[in-house]
């Protein structure tokens, strides 16, 4: 059975391109534009298997959504560089699965979604 | 690598136009150029104390650097100021940048780094930001300190970068941008 992704991203044309990336490759993809959209579609029944989540969004910060989404996958996605101690304590986070720097290659992407959901 | 150090000898604000693929090594040299002067470094992009890593890890000299950091408060828990860092709560805050800004202009730091001008644009509209960058520039000129405006040579702000052009004194290009067009 195909696995599910969640593409949460505030920026459309990202959530575009790796929908049909992902989609291609047989992957079934949901798709939220804040952390706040992703828990509702969550509390409503969705159940990604991993979630690509970018890392600064409108709305409730992504840390304070994290914890909400107990045994989900979640990779972050960031434009935001940041120190190695600051991705260390941002992969803190039990289902904190991977860490992607945006801008990122879509094959990159694609290898690191087969890594995570095997 | 253009020097940017000698660019503000004789102007006061400078726009350094770069391809992105330059970006790391320029903010860099700029720094080494600057080094031993009070800077005020203004970070939309990367969190300060990732700046700090690099700049460490270079061995620049950072006693006399304060950072205006606009996005270590987007991802993680952060208080309004730390060691030599001031913290905004976002890169589209713009009121709340240029208030804290203008504290810092009042204190004559010798050198003001605004990093970058593209950034802005991810978070807020033209309009704006145009608004925005030409108060700080006024702000600017009638202070002592000394400017540099990094933005990324890209087609998609050319309008912005046009409208920045006219406030500032100098507009620099990098030498691989100029070779790039």
Redesign the interface.
């Known amino acids: 059975m195909a696995k599910t992704v969640m593409v949460v991203d505030d920026e459309r044309d990202n959530i575009t391109t790796v929908k049909a990336v992902l989609e291609k490759e047989g992957y079934n993809v949901l798709t939220a534009i804040s952390g706040d959209d992703c828990l509702k579609k969550v509390k409503a029944g969705a159940k990604p298997d991993l979630i690509l989540m970018d890392i600064m969004m409108p709305g409730t910060p992504v840390r304070e959504i994290i914890p909400k989404l107990t045994g989900i996958k979640v990779a972050y996605l960031s434009v935001v560089r940041t120190s190695e101690e600051e991705k260390e304590d941002l992969m803190k986070s039990k289902n904190i699965v991977d860490f992607i720097q945006k801008p990122f290659d879509i094959e990159d992407l694609v290898k690191t979604v087969k890594k995570i959901l095997g | 690598m253009t020097d940017v150090k000698k660019e503000l000898a004789s102007n006061q604000t400078v726009l350094l136009l770069m391809p992105s693929t330059q970006y790391n090594e320029v903010i860099l040299s700029t720094m080494k150029k600057l080094s031993g002067k009070s800077i005020v470094y203004i970070t939309l992009?990367?969190?300060s104390?990732?700046l700090?890593?690099l700049f460490k890890k270079n061995k620049l000299n950072l006693e006399n650097v304060v950072f205006i950091d606009a996005?270590?408060k987007?991802?993680?828990?952060t208080p309004d100021q730390a060691d030599g860092a001031f913290f905004c709560s976002?890169p589209g805050a713009l009121t709340e940048i240029s208030l804290v800004i203008s504290k810092f202009l009042k204190h004559n730091f010798d050198y003001l780094i605004f990093d970058s001008l593209t950034n802005l644009l991810?978070y807020e509209k033209k309009s704006p930001v145009a608004k925005f960058i030409s108060s700080l520039i006024n702000k600017i000129k009638i202070s002592k300190t000394k400017a540099v405006f990094y933005a990324l040579g890209v087609e998609e702000q050319g309008e912005l970068i046009k409208q920045t052009s006219t406030f500032v004194d100098k507009v620099v290009q990098t030498d691989k941008l100029k070779k790039q067009k």
Not at chain 2, 74 to 77: A, E, G, R, S, V
């Open positions: 992009n990367k969190t104390d990732s700090t890593e996005i270590s987007t991802i993680k828990k976002s991810i």
